[in-house]
Each structure stands twice: as structure tokens, then as C-alpha cells.
């Protein structure tokens, strides 16, 4: 029967592959746009954006959308009254079974499905006067080139038969013009006076091609230099470029214009002035500022270093820390850069629904500006709930929930106190599992620290200091783990691109609560164990085999048969391997069922080239420098049986650990995206210290290399089978191609590739499993695979299938051996994987 109805939506969907089923007579669908430049084909996507007509996007060569819409008829009933006269039988039969209301819904449900089809993209008539019109645009365009003698001729070929169409663009640039002599005239002496001290250099040269982006990027930086030394009022409209255009020898005078302000006179005519450098004279702050009560009085006043605070009622806001955002004085020249950052600096704060500042001359004063400030504040208390639905290979459909309580303003200072509790419930490979936990965080629009050390990072640079306090539990997840952080934070913003964030004092207490089911969750550890409990029963007579599977009896007896063998001589003799399984075995229980605490330093740089969310040309830098475990290992000597250092009888997590990320995106053109990504970390202990499994690095998960499942892969070349494989370093590549499908649904191509090492030097971990040098990288994994997306404008629901493309712990062949959907991995997440 699925056979039967998957072979009917096949010829259904095929029957609609008539791409020009839609396409009346006399009209071409456009199939191509080819451009050539000086006889040359051009395949970029620079020209892309100038011309009007482009085919219907196409995945995989085949224009899917189009095959959606064609399945539709634009001659189907649009009321269900038309579709009962269309069919009169069907509708009389449905009408005898069904109430008129009910029959109503049958005929729509038709009537909607022919139109949700049709919504998908019908396909592109070529227009002549577009096809003209896209010569204009790309006339316009070399034109700013430089290229004022260029022709565009355009072409359409047309296939009558097959009612098809592709337009040709030949363009022949010719010769281009460049910059001769390049004259600067400033009307105003205080225009003049200013451009002379700033030093400022021009982009126009002689000699270079003319650009008109040239043009604008100095018309812009011009602008900024005036309006950053007090000239309020100057606008880009004091600008002029004035070119030759008489020469014919390919080259052209530029006279650059700064002309003097202007204004109507009684008469209503223009008279020119010199520009006034103006000064800030008052600065008034509305801290609760709403339109409803824009006109009513204001009661409570506060005048703090020059600057006058209002409230409609009591002033909730303390003014020394509100003025911190201020970044004008009274008598201080305006500047526009100081405008941006009083109202970036503002928002920031996260207690106000909008900042709108004016200027304004002072009456009777022609240099002179009152500044306003009009804050309307939000909600003091907001209650938050988000939910998710949860998935992975270590856990099963699940789901979460997070409550919190925010509390702005919380000591008058615009400080963030805030409130979360949250939970999970999922079905885990052994049973139902949950988890409970809650946080207190405070945040402070400042750097609060000791001995004036506030004072080495600029107000300019927004500084923020994070205090959070929080606890969970876990049951049934792992060995039933509880924790407490405690964490002081430091972050600002160098620029615009560069962030610095100073974790201090970043300390967590690892409890394992469930020791016990370490044999039952780490089955194959087991499994590895009973398997040398028969060796070891017949070389020694005794009866450990089969370890009791009871989860009240297993760990015991499985640690006293580990004790067993670490102390008999004679079996490390005679079963080596065997030994060392046994002896592997350990020192994973110890590190695993081990508690921990980690008092984490950490330093990170972060750079961001992206301008906004829509923006997807950008690079993205992240360095994470880490030690834990140093500062507070100093304030004891203890050591626990197994040689660990110990604080409160604690063992301490003592390590270094980087990580680099790098990021880098192209738009390459029809809503496509092509993305890379690259991540390096790794783990050094000292005084012979563990890594806390939550510290250590895996590989595989759907952010991760995809052909693989989570914990699954590595550590190198060494396919152990076990449930959760780490390692103390990490290497990892992607190359991601990101396309449109159907409207909200996107499509993707990539490549993961990367893996899991051992650089420990402990004794217990085999040569597989090591980083030795440069050869190790033979070790690499790799993973290829596609994806769609349907984007929610809110976020995006992924799922990528990965197939493991090379796998390194193969013998003999490694390339493609499991390269089918058997053996592939769907990823189920949430965004994009980086």
C-alpha cells in the first residue's frame, strides 16, 4: 500500500514537471540570463542584483517551486458554490451524507489545496521593457564605474516550440575615465580652519579610476568631520562635486565645494553665512517620559555635575549612575559620535522602551544648544516562559521549560535582578529522566570592582559585571549529577566589533549523587569487564563471572573484581592486555564517578564583523584562554587516595584549556549563503589532575560533525564502542552551503570534518587514541550530507542527514565503505549548526 502511494504522488509530481504548463501562447518563460563583458561570459553574482527578470530558482538543476505550482489549475473554482456547480454530482453526493455546513468544508479543502500550490512560484515571463530596462540599469552602473563610454546591448532568444526564453547582455565597457586635477574649495574660514587642523587626507587622487563610491565615502567623510567638531547644522546638501566632462582624452577635473550655510531672510531669499560651532548649555533628562503624559508637570527635579534629572513623580533613578550614560557635559562641543553612544549606551541598559534626545538652540544664543533626553521606561517587573522540545541520540523526545522574573532597576541604578527556575522531562535509553533547577543573576551596567580598577576601561565601551548564583538536579541522567555555580563576570565592548569578557571567579561544584549505576549506564564498560572476569576465573579458579547485572549488586561487585586484578601480579603477567582493560576500566570510573570542583579564570576575545542579522558577508573570531583550579590550589596541601589534590575534601579540577573558533560567511548571491567554520581546542592538567567529563571535548551531534551521533566518534583512529567517548583535544572544520527551496523552506549542502585526541600522557590510554605529531591528522573523520531548514523569522527548525563519508578506524578501505542512508545520522536542532 505505500508503495502503491508513494509511486502515485510520483507520477502526480512528474506529471506537473511541464515546466510551461502555465505559460500561455505568445509567452516565454525566461530560463537563463547570460552576460557577457567584452565578449567574455561572466558567471558572478556581482551584476546579479541589476537585472529585473531572473528564472525560477532551481535545487539541484530543477526548478521545484515551479513544479509545486504547476500542480495547481488558475481555472479551478475559487467559492465553494462555483466548485458544487463545477462538479454537480460529487457535490450532490457529499451533500446527502454530509450537513450543507459540512459539504461547505469538503469543497474548500479542494479549493485551498489548488491554492496553496499556486502560492509557489509561477514561473517568469520575460518582458521586453524589463529586458530594456535591466540595459539601463547596468548602463547606470559602469557608469559610477568610471566607464562613461560603455554600450549594453541585449538579446532575447526565444524557443516558440517549447515556449522558452533566455536573455543575453553583451556588454563592452570601453575605456575608463580617471581623475586628473583635483581642486578642494572651502566658503566657510570656520569649515576651513577645522578641515586644515584635522589633517585630514582625501580618497581622491590623480590618477585613479572614477568611482562614484569614492565620491560618497568622501562626501560621508566630510560629513562625519564636521558634524564630530561642533558644526550641528551641516548637512551633506554643503556638498558638491563638480566634473569636467568637456575632455575627451579619458580624463576629467574634479572640483570638490564645501559651500557656507544658508538661510531665508525676511524677504525669502537665500543668504549665505559662516557655520558656528556649537556648545551643549543644558542637558535635561525625562526619566519617565510617556506620550499620554508628555504635557503634565513634572514634581521631582535632580541636578547631578551639570545635568538636570525629571520625574513626572518620584525619580526612581539614581543620577550618578544614569549620568554614566550621558557622555555630554555642559560647554562641551557637540559631536555626533557622542549623540550615538549617549543613545546606544542607554539602550543598553535594558530599561527603557525608547531614548529619543533633541537638540535645540538656546533663544537668544547662536552657538549655543539645550540637549533633551526622553527616556520611557519599561516594565519594572516582566515574567518570562520559554518551552522547547528537546532530542538527541543520548536522550529522546523530550521537553523543557524555563520561568523567570526580572526585575529592572532593582537598586536605582539600572541594575538587571533576575530570577529563573527551570525543568525537563524526556524519555531516556534507561527511562523516564528529569531536571530541576534555579538561578539568581545580577547584573550592573558598570564594572563593579575593588581598588579603582573600574577606571581602566572607558564608560565608552559599555562595561558590564554579571554576579549569578544557581543550582540544578538531575534524575535518571547519567549518575544522577547535582551542581553549584557561582560566577563573577566581566564584559565590554572594545568597539563595535571587538568584545573582552573577564571571567573572575567562575566556580562549580560537580556532585555525582548515583555512583552505582555507573556499570548499568556504561554498559560496554561492563561488557569489557565480564568478558575478562572468564579469563580471569579460569587462570585463577575463582567465580566473579558472570559480575551480578542487579543495580544493588553490580557496582560492588564489579569494583571488588577490579581490585582483584589491579593487586594479582601474576594475571598482569600472563593476561597483560587483559590487565590494562581492567586497569582502563578504572580510571574511567574514578574520573567519572569523581565530584569535582572547578574554580575557572578566563579570558575571551570576541570579534564580530556582522552589522545585523540580515547581514551574511561577515567574519567571526572567538578565543577562550581558561585555567581552573590554580589560584585556589594554592590555599591547600591536601591529596585524596587516588594522588588528587583536594580542597574541602573536594578534588580540584587543575587545567589549562584554549579554544579558537573562526567563522567566515559569503552571500553569493539568489539568497545563497556559503559558510566555513573552524575550531581548535585543548586540555592540559597539572599536579596530576583529572578532566571533569563536562569539560571535555566530543565529537559528533547535529552543531557538530554530523555523520556521527553524540559521543560517538574517536578518540582518534580507535573505535572502542563505548557510550560516551572524550578526549582532551579537538579539531573541527565545516563547510556549509546554505540555499532557497520553497518561501520559508531552505535547503543545504555540507561537509564536517574533525575528531577527538588524548594529549593527557596518561598511562591508561592507548597509542589509537594519542596526538602525536602532524601525522595524526590522518586520523580525521569525515562527514558530508545535506539539510533543509524552515525558517520561522523567530528561529529556524533544521534537520540534516550526515553520511559518514571517511572513517579513520576502518581497516582497509575508509572512504565511502558506510556511505548510505542506513548507516547515516539525522540531526534534528534548532539554527543553524554555526
Not at 375 to 404: C, D, Q, V, W
Not at 491 to 516: G, P, R, S
Not at 615 to 644: E, M, P, W
Request: proline content about 3%; glycine content about 6%; aromatic content about 14%.
Amino acid at each position: 500500500m505505500k508503495k502503491l502511494s508513494f509511486c502515485f504522488l510520483l507520477i502526480l509530481f512528474f506529471a506537473a514537471c511541464n515546466s510551461t504548463k502555465h505559460v500561455a501562447e505568445n509567452e516565454h518563460m525566461l530560463t537563463q540570463n547570460y552576460i557577457f563583458i567584452d565578449s567574455v561570459r561572466d558567471k558572478s553574482a556581482a551584476l546579479e542584483k541589476y537585472i529585473l527578470q531572473k528564472p525560477n530558482p532551481k535545487l539541484l538543476g530543477a526548478p521545484i517551486g515551479l513544479y509545486f505550482h504547476n500542480l495547481g489549475n488558475h481555472n479551478k473554482p475559487k467559492t465553494a458554490l462555483k466548485w458544487g456547480e463545477k462538479h454537480p454530482k460529487k457535490y450532490k453526493i457529499i451533500k446527502n451524507i454530509f450537513s450543507e455546513k459540512q459539504s461547505i468544508a469538503y469543497a474548500n479543502s479542494f479549493i485551498k489545496l489548488n491554492n496553496w500550490f499556486l502560492s509557489y512560484n509561477a514561473p517568469v515571463i520575460i518582458s521586453e521593457n524589463k529586458v530594456k530596462r535591466t540595459e539601463d540599469n547596468l548602463w547606470s552602473y559602469y557608469k559610477t564605474q568610471g566607464y562613461f563610454e560603455s554600450q549594453i546591448n541585449s538579446k532575447i532568444i526565444r524557443d516558440s516550440i517549447h515556449k522558452k526564453a533566455v536573455a543575453e547582455y553583451r556588454i563592452i565597457k570601453g575605456k575608463p575615465t580617471l581623475l586628473d586635477t583635483i581642486k578642494l574649495k572651502i566658503e566657510s574660514r570656520v569649515l576651513d580652519s577645522i578641515y586644515k587642523d584635522s589633517g585630514m587626507r582625501s580618497l581622491l587622487k590623480s590618477g585613479d579610476q572614477y568611482n562614484d563610491k569614492t565620491f560618497r565615502k568622501e562626501a560621508s567623510n566630510v560629513v562625519k568631520l564636521f558634524k564630530n567638531s561642533g558644526i550641528y547644522y551641516f548637512s551633506e546638501s554643503a556638498l558638491g562635486f563638480y566634473v569636467d566632462s568637456t575632455r575627451t582624452d579619458y580624463k576629467t577635473n574634479v572640483e570638490f565645494l564645501i559651500a557656507k550655510d544658508r538661510f531665508k531672510d525676511d524677504n525669502g531669499v537665500y543668504v549665505k553665512k559662516d557655520y558656528k560651532v556649537h556648545r551643549i548649555k543644558e542637558i535635561n533628562v525625562f526619566t519617565d517620559y510617556s506620550h499620554i503624559n508628555k504635557n503634565d508637570v513634572y514634581n521631582d527635579s535632580v541636578s547631578y555635575r551639570g545635568i538636570n534629572f525629571l520625574a513626572h513623580k518620584k525619580l526612581k533613578y539614581n543620577p550618578k549612575y544614569l549620568a554614566q550614560s550621558i557622555f555630554f557635559s555642559s560647554g562641551d562641543v557637540y559631536k555626533d559620535t557622542l549623540r550615538n553612544l549617549t543613545r546606544n549606551h542607554l539602550k543598553s541598559l535594558n530599561n527603557f522602551k525608547s531614548t529619543n534626545i533633541t537638540f535645540t538652540p538656546i533663544k537668544g544664543s547662536e552657538n549655543e544648544l539645550k540637549m533633551d533626553l526622553f527616556l520611557a521606561p519599561k516594565e519594572k517587573y516582566t515574567l518570562g516562559f520559554e518551552t522547547e522540545l528537546t532530542h538527541s541520540n543520548i536522550r529522546n523526545i523530550g521537553s523543557s521549560a524555563k520561568f523567570s522574573l526580572t526585575n529592572r532597576n532593582a537598586f536605582r541604578g539600572a541594575e538587571l535582578l533576575k530570577f529563573s527556575f527551570l525543568g525537563s522531562y524526556f524519555n531516556a535509553k534507561n527511562g523516564p529522566g528529569w531536571e530541576i533547577g534555579a538561578d539568581a543573576s545580577l547584573e550592573f551596567p558598570r564594572l563593579i570592582a575593588p581598588f579603582g580598577l573600574s577606571r581602566l576601561v572607558p564608560k565608552r565601551m559599555s562595561p558590564r559585571t554579571l554576579f549569578s548564583l544557581g543550582s540544578s538536579f538531575q534524575k535518571n541522567i547519567g549518575l544522577d549529577r547535582q551542581t553549584f555555580t557561582l560566577l563573577s563576570d566581566y564584559k565590554w565592548q572594545y568597539n563595535n566589533k571587538k568584545t573582552i569578557q573577564l571571567e573572575v571567579f567562575n566556580t562549580q561544584y560537580i556532585q555525582n549523587l548515583n555512583i552505582n549505576r555507573f556499570f548499568d549506564i556504561y554498559s560496554s564498560e561492563f561488557t569489557n569487564l565480564n568478558t575478562v572476569a572468564k579469563i580471569y576465573d579460569s587462570a585463577n579458579g575463582t567465580s566473579y563471572s558472570p559480575l551480578s547485572t542487579d543495580i544493588e549488586k553490580q557496582a560492588s561487585e564489579s569494583l571488588s573484581f577490579i581490585k582483584a586484578v589491579a593487586s594479582n601480579p601474576g594475571f598482569k603477567a600472563s593476561n597483560s592486555d587483559e590487565y590494562n582493560t581492567v586497569l582502563n576500566i578504572q580510571n574511567r570510573y574514578n574520573i567519572v564517578t569523581s565530584d569535582f570542583l572547578i574554580p575557572t579564570l578566563a579570558y575571551t576575545y570576541t570579534y564580530n564583523s556582522q552589522v545585523d542579522f540580515k547581514d551574511n558577508n561577515f567574519s567571526f573570531f572567538k578565543a577562550r584562554i581558561a585555567n581552573s583550579g590554580n589560584v585556589l590550589g594554592l590555599f591547600s596541601k591536601d591529596y585524596n587516595a587516588n594522588g588528587k589534590k583536594t580542597l574541602f575534601k573536594i578534588p580540584l579540577a587543575q587545567y589549562f584549556k584554549t579554544d579558537l573558533e573562526y567563522k567566515r560567511f559569503w552571500n553569493v548571491g539568489s539568497n545563497s549563503v556559503f559558510g566555513v567554520r573552524t575550531l581548535l581546542g585543548a586540555i592540559l592538567t597539572y599536579d596530576n589532575s583529572d578532566i571533569p567529563f563536562t569539560r571535555s571535548y566530543f565529537a559528533g551531534g547535529s552543531n557538530d560533525i554530523r555523520a556521527w551521533q553524540t559521543y560517538e566518534l574517536g578518540p582518534g583512529s580507535r573505535n572502542s564502542g563505548l557510550e560516551f567517548n572524550v578526549g582532551s583535544f579537538k579539531f573541527l572544520t565545516s563547510a556549509e552551503y546554505r540555499f532557497d527551496l520553497l518561501n520559508s523552506l531552505k535547503g543545504a549542502l555540507f561537509v564536517d570534518a574533525g575528531n577527538i585526541w588524548d594529549i593527557s600522557g596518561s598511562e591508561f590510554v592507548d597509542e589509537d587514541s594519542k596526538f602525536k605529531d602532524l601525522s595524526s591528522l590522518k586520523d580525521i573523520a569525515i562527514g558530508s550530507g545535506l539539510g533543509v531548514r524552515y525558517d520561522l523569522n523567530f528561529f529556524v527548525l533544521r534537520l540534516d542527514v550526515g553520511f559518514k563519508t571517511y572513517e579513520p578506524y576502518l581497516e582497509g578501505g575508509k572512504w565511502f565503505k558506510n556511505y548510505n542512508f542506513a548507516s547515516a545520522v539525522y540531526n534534528v536542532g534548532i539554527n543553524y549548526p554555526f
